[in-house]
């Protein structure tokens, strides 16, 4: 997919959401940092009080598919939706994930998240904490070197 398309078709989700609470991270995310040349989806983290708005707003434009099935991810909410020609759209909230016999649980807070070229992202050290949480050890090794280098200055 090239660049163009996938920032008009964030746009126009992100236009479709701006209600809400909610913030696009994941490998979109990843994208926009300049770590991925092609996501896989685009995720998006809500919070859980706008999550069945979201997903009414999300289903009247896009298909609603079936959840997967996880053994580790016990989210309180979470959707897939798909658009011919488009990423699949993931939206979570209330993320969970079981580590043996415990919950470990990671709450959104959407005032860290900002609007930059018309998409609403979701700050970086957020999805570190999330990557980490869902054992992405590829994933915190990228965000973490980015992290370091723009505290060094090397990342405008």
């Known amino acids: 997919m090239n660049n163009t398309k996938l920032l008009a078709q964030l746009q126009?989700?992100?236009?479709?959401?701006?209600?809400?609470?909610?913030?696009i991270g994941?490998?979109?995310l990843?994208?926009?940092l300049g770590l991925e040349k092609s996501p896989n989806d685009?995720?998006?983290?809500?919070?859980?009080?706008?999550?069945?708005?979201?997903?009414?707003?999300?289903a009247a434009e896009y298909q609603v598919q079936d959840r997967p099935v996880h053994s580790e991810y016990t989210?309180?909410?979470?959707?897939?939706?798909?658009?011919?020609?488009?990423?699949?759209i993931e939206l979570m909230a209330g993320i969970a994930v079981k580590q043996g016999d415990n919950i470990s649980r990671w709450q959104f807070n959407p005032q860290r998240c900002h609007w930059q070229n018309s998409v609403c992202w979701m700050p970086p050290a957020d999805w570190l904490q999330l990557y980490q949480l869902f054992n992405r050890p590829q994933r915190v090794a990228q965000l973490r070197h980015y992290l370091v280098q723009l505290r060094l200055g090397?990342?405008?």
């Open 154 to 156: 090397t990342i405008n």
């Open 75 to 88: 989210s309180s909410h979470f959707a897939r939706f798909s658009h011919t020609g488009w990423p699949d």
């Open 26 to 28: 994941g490998s979109c």
């Open 12 to 23: 126009q989700l992100c236009e479709l959401l701006r209600p809400f609470r909610f913030g």
């Open 42 to 58: 685009i995720d998006i983290v809500c919070s859980e009080d706008d999550f069945t708005a979201i997903c009414q707003a999300l």
């Open 30 to 32: 990843l994208w926009q």
